[in-house]
Every structure is written in structure tokens, then in C-alpha cells.
């Protein structure tokens, strides 16, 4: 009776259905870290992580490597994304290339994934021929990977994964609808996911993204405003100690806290593999 009622009715029963998606992830937590914990040793290795997926649910992918690369300072080629049809796909449908192995074989090929790497197949609904050539190849390239499913639990899932999500959200409020919860429940998994990684590696410290790198007006905003609380120093000096730092705020906290230059800092922060808490200690934030 979904079409007979008033539009507010409608929008409290897609919301309300969308706790079942929170539900889901909240239900796989240990396979979540399992993955992000994955992810930020193949990471650390000198990995990069490549998303992959169809449809939906590989626009979601492609979204989270955009992301990921300013908020935690990540140079553009250590996250890749690769979708069915391509970045065509990412604003138009491309069912058929969702049912194309080849198609996968030669993407997975000229994103060049290897044994280094930590891939990542998101699949919204079962698991599509695109999806699984992709899968059946980075196993043969011996990369680490993670499948990301809301199909619900199923057997034949596992051979395919190191770690397997296997999320069941249920049924969509207007059937095979997968943009709806389905989506939610990627997106929650994706992003806890990754920031669980990234908070491994030293990205953050506390909630700050201590890794961010100015390129642009609002990057040296959120640079300064970040030196600036860890350090209680004007903007002013902020900004300064930035710019001798190189572009790069951890440096220039490492610099301030320890009282040392900026190449000194850089190898405090190489011996603590990135960790700005094993140098300066508790900070008020």
C-alpha cells in the first residue's frame, strides 16, 4: 500500500526501514575490523587499496576512494576504484558490462593489482559474473581481499575472501531497489571500514585528521585550525610553523612538541611508523 499513502507517511516507513541497514552492520562488527585490520597491514606494506563493484554499490566504492585521499593526506594512487563500465557507469547505468568477466579481467589488469595490494568487491545484491572474474583474478594476483556482500550469509562466499562481510539487511521497501538500504548499509561499512585503517596508521590523533595536506584555501583552514588546537598557538604562528613543516601539519606538530626540525621530525615520524602519539604523548584536544 506503499503508493496509496501521503507523501510524510512514505518518508517515515524508508527512514524507519533504514535502521535495518544499521542493525546489519552493527550485527558483522568483528568481520568489519577483521577487514580494517587487513587493510591497514597491506597498507603499511606499501599496499594500495582498489574497490571494486558493479552498479550501485561500485559508485559507492568510487566515492569512498575519492574521499579517503584528502581527509587522511593520501597521495591519489594508493586508492583505486574500479567499476562495470567503467567511469561512465559512475553517472549512467551499464548493465551489461555488470555481466562482462572480460570486462573485469582487463580492468583489474590495467589497474595493475598485484600481490601488494587489498582489494575490496562490494557487491548490493548476489554476486554478478563482473564481480566475480574481479575476485577469481585478484586471487590469482595473490592480493589480500575483502568481499563486501548484503546478500546475507552464504557458504560459497567464503573460498572467494580473506574476510567476508556478509551483511543481510532484508528486503528493500520497494523491491530490488538497492540504492535505498542496501546502500546505507554499504556506505556504513565502507567508511568504518576504511577510518578503522587509517586510524591504525596514524592518520588521526584523537578526532583530528592530523594528516591533512593544504593545497587549497580550505586544506591550510583545517591544517592551521588542527596545529593551531594541538598547539595553542595563533593562527598566525600556525600557519608559519606549517609552512616550515612543508605543507604537512603531523610534521609540524612533531616539530613543536619535540622541539626538533623539520627533517628531524620526519624520522621520528618514520620510526614511529606515522604514530604521532608514541612522540608527543597525550595532548589536550
Given at each position: 500500500m506503499l503508493d496509496s499513502l501521503p507523501p510524510e507517511e512514505v518518508v517515515k516507513l524508508l527512514l524507519e526501514d533504514e535502521n535495518n541497514a544499521v542493525k546489519a552492520v552493527r550485527a558483522r562488527a568483528a568481520a568489519l575490523a577483521a577487514a580494517a585490520q587487513l587493510m591497514a597491514e597491506k597498507l603499511a606494506a606499501g599496499g594500495r587499496?582498489?574497490?571494486?563493484?558493479?552498479?550501485?554499490?561500485?559508485?559507492l566504492g568510487a566515492l569512498e576512494a575519492a574521499e579517503c585521499v584528502p581527509a587522511f593526506g593520501l597521495p591519489q594512487s594508493?586508492?583505486?576504484?574500479?567499476?562495470?563500465?567503467g567511469p561512465h557507469a559512475l553517472a549512467r547505468v551499464a548493465e551489461a558490462a555488470q555481466d562482462n568477466p572480460r570486462e573485469a579481467d582487463q580492468r583489474m589488469r590495467r589497474a595493475a593489482v598485484g600481490p601488494q595490494d587489498v582489494v575490496c568487491a562490494i557487491a548490493d545484491t548476489e554476486i554478478s559474473p563482473f564481480l566475480k572474474a574481479a575476485l577469481d583474478y585478484a586471487r590469482f594476483r595473490r592480493a589480500a581481499v575483502i568481499l563486501l556482500t548484503c546478500a546475507g550469509p552464504s557458504p560459497a562466499a567464503e573460498p572467494l575472501a580473506?574476510?567476508?562481510?556478509?551483511?543481510?539487511p532484508g528486503p528493500e521497501m520497494i523491491a530490488g531497489c538497492t540504492r535505498l538500504k542496501a546502500a546505507t548499509a554499504i556506505k556504513l561499512v565502507l567508511e568504518a571500514v576504511s577510518s578503522t585503517a587509517f586510524v591504525r596508521l596514524g592518520k588521526t590523533y584523537g578526532g583530528l585528521m592530523v594528516?591533512?595536506?593544504?593545497?587549497?584555501?580550505?586544506?591550510?583552514?583545517?591544517?592551521?585550525?588542527?596545529?593551531?588546537?594541538?598547539?595553542?598557538?595563533?593562527?598566525?604562528?600556525a600557519v608559519k610553523l606549517i609552512k616550515k613543516a612543508g605543507g604537512r601539519a603531523k610534521v609540524a606538530l612533531v616539530m613543536h612538541h619535540a622541539r626538533v626540525n623539520a627533517a628531524r621530525a620526519k624520522e621520528l615520524l618514520i620510526s614511529q611508523k606515522g604514530l604521532l602519539r608514541a612522540i608527543i604523548g597525550d595532548v589536550d584536544v
Open positions: 587499496l582498489v574497490y571494486v563493484g558493479v552498479g550501485t554499490a561500485g559508485r594508493l586508492v583505486v576504484s574500479i567499476i562495470a563500465g580473506d574476510v567476508v562481510i556478509d551483511l543481510a594528516d591533512v595536506r593544504p593545497t587549497t584555501p580550505r586544506g591550510w583552514q583545517r591544517a592551521t585550525q588542527v596545529v593551531s588546537r594541538l598547539t595553542n598557538l595563533p593562527d598566525e604562528e
